[in-house]
């Protein structure tokens, strides 16, 4: 990543090496990070990243908004009825092989 990055994660808290974004947060190596996930969740109060003047965490909130959880509700209605008619899954995540 560039020195000018941000890093965000909205995935799972295990996708990034938190003591190595520490590294990269303290050097500079990028700019800020914005965290919707930790790893564990909460963080312990002496965790370093709290620390960090460039780390922006949230509560694993970042989606929900009242929009967005329409959108998901209507999503998973959507999946639900296509298994119960034995059609296609609309919004299948499948797996890259």
């Known amino acids: 990543m560039k020195p000018t990055a941000t890093l965000v994660n909205i995935s799972r808290g295990r996708v990034v090496d938190q003591d190595a974004l520490v590294k990269a947060l303290k ?3 990028i700019l800020a990070a914005a965290l919707d996930v930790t790893y564990p969740e909460p963080l312990p109060r ?3 990243l709290l620390g960090l003047p460039n ?3 949230t509560p694993h909130v970042g989606t929900d908004t009242l929009s967005t959880s329409r959108k998901m509700v209507q999503r998973m209605v959507e999946n639900a ?3 119960r008619k034995g059609q296609t899954i ?3 995540v499948k797996p890259k092989m």
Do not use: C
Request: proline residues 13%.
């Open 27 to 29: 050097s500079e190596t």
């Open 46 to 48: 002496d965790h370093p």
């Open 55 to 57: 780390v922006l965490i």
């Open 81 to 83: 009825v296509a298994v």
């Open 90 to 92: 609309p919004n299948e």
